[in-house]
């Protein structure tokens, strides 16, 4: 066994944003071995040619019936080790696959360290994000099909995804998977492998592959999620405060027909009152004493169920009259159909940051899916926010560089609290699904627990399991 360890960070040039790998390595590793650790770390299924690049060298293996050779800088590189390219610390070499698509990764030696006697060696110590597809073009062509796949409506997402013929999720990396291949017979080198990086599953996702986690991002209440909406009885449907706000203003449309608006466009002032009066939903503010309400904007406990209604297509306006429209006449009849609407309308197509004040980012939104697991799993024992939102941006780290940060305070603490607010306040309390307690005062400890309507309304199935 070698007595140096490297640590050396792999990056996939001009991937944006940055994904990347460590690992340490024996420093007398065979570079044909190198290959196949960087091709199962970094997630690639070794069906194309590689080589080393130092110094405008290339390394790599010769072919028998390569007549262009001789013409070539090239070197064999049989029998050498990584410790012929990597002498010090800092240097770097190229590692470059699939000469079409042309991935390049940078290799910087780190550390050179002393070997450990009782550790295995390879091992993985970090990295971020999903690598690239086969096939997809480069970068270039890689950054385009994330940039659809985010947009399911998009003329070429089908198209994209019987390609894949899978479900890809590119902001997924297990550490823990890439170390149990990395364990396996030829570092786990996925050539010849019916089974995909991403179907391995995540330790960061709670145990879910990226392949789950695909449809507990974009789908999360679709039949190949793991999440999936219950029926409840009459009572319990009672139990859920934006349900009734929502459904209180549907009934008072249905009664009047027709509603007429103000001049602005907004509910009468008389009608706002009598919503707010039922109690179904109360603004911190109002009952704080802070503002006053007068108007439909005044509370965003009656202005977003109004939104709630126009979005999801259940109201309709003309000459400054509203009404319901025939499907919201019939599906308001249906709770269970009414309320998955409304959730459906509510995490999809309404902007959860429109309230808040964090700026146009996507933390909370994307990803509530995984939100729900979490509470699913832990929310039985009361728990400080932060514990959610630590695993929230465990999982989802990027969503952090999304973030516009005030000088007054920290990106961890402005990141945790926007996730807090979005999840917690404004979607879980919404839906009964969470009780928060909250000492008054700015910036005092939150913690949260699952009400007895989560389990009922929320059914989670476990991941898959893949041996």
Request: glycine content about 6%; overall charge negative.
């Amino acid at each position: 066994m070698a007595k140096e360890i490297y640590q050396i960070q792999i990056e996939l040039l001009r991937s944006k944003p940055g994904i990347w790998r460590r690992i340490l390595i024996p420093s007398n590793m065979l570079l044909s071995d190198l290959h196949k650790v960087l091709q199962t770390t970094m997630g690639w299924t070794n069906s194309h040619l590689h080589q080393f690049i130092k110094d405008r060298i290339f390394y790599t293996l010769r072919m028998p019936d390569d007549d262009s050779w001789e013409e070539m800088d090239n070197v064999d590189y049989k029998g050498m080790t990584i410790s012929n390219l990597l002498e010090k610390e800092n240097d770097r070499i190229i590692y470059e696959y699939d000469f079409g698509d042309c991935w390049e990764h940078e290799l910087l030696l780190e550390r050179i360290l002393p070997a450990e006697a009782d550790r295995y060696y390879p091992v993985c110590i970090g990295g971020r994000m999903n690598c690239p597809p086969e096939d997809c073009g480069g970068i270039p062509g890689y950054l385009e099909m994330v940039k659809i796949l985010e947009q399911p409506g998009h003329e070429e997402y089908e198209g994209y995804i019987n390609w894949l013929g899978r479900a890809f999720n590119p902001l997924s990396f297990s550490k823990k998977t890439a170390n149990e291949l990395l364990a396996r017979k030829d570092y786990g080198c996925y050539a010849g492998s019916n089974i995909l990086p991403d179907q391995y599953p995540a330790e960061d996702f709670e145990g879910y592959s990226p392949h789950e986690m695909h449809f507990i991002l974009y789908y999360t209440f679709n039949d190949d999620s793991p999440i999936k909406l219950q029926k409840l009885t009459e009572a319990e449907y009672r139990n859920i405060p934006i349900f009734n706000q929502v459904k209180y203003l549907a009934n008072v449309l249905a009664e009047h027909k027709e509603l007429k608006l103000t001049k602005l466009g907004f509910l009468p002032v008389k009608v706002v009152a009598d919503i707010y009066s039922q109690g179904f939903m109360k603004d911190k503010h109002i009952e704080s004493g802070i503002s006053k309400l007068y108007k439909e904007t005044d509370s965003m406990t009656i202005h977003l169920p109004r939104i709630l209604l126009e979005i999801s297509g259940l109201t309709k306006k003309r000459n400054n009259k509203l009404s319901l429209t025939k499907k919201g006449e019939k599906i308001i009849q249906d709770d269970y159909k009414f309320l998955s609407l409304i959730i459906n309308i509510f995490t999809s197509k309404f902007n959860w940051a429109y309230f808040d004040g964090y700026g146009e980012n996507k933390i909370g939104q994307l990803g509530f899916g995984f939100s729900l697991i979490l509470m699913s799993k832990y929310g039985h024992e009361k728990q400080a926010h932060t514990f959610y939102s630590d695993k929230y941006f465990k999982a989802f780290p990027q969503f952090i560089q999304d973030a516009v940060v005030p000088s007054y305070t920290t990106l961890e603490r402005y990141t945790s609290n926007c996730y807090s607010i979005r999840t917690f306040d404004r979607f879980l309390e919404y839906f009964g699904l969470v009780k928060i307690n909250q000492e008054k005062g700015w910036d005092t400890p939150k913690f949260v627990a699952k009400t007895d309507l989560f389990d009922k309304l929320i059914q989670i199935s476990p991941p898959d399991a893949i041996e």
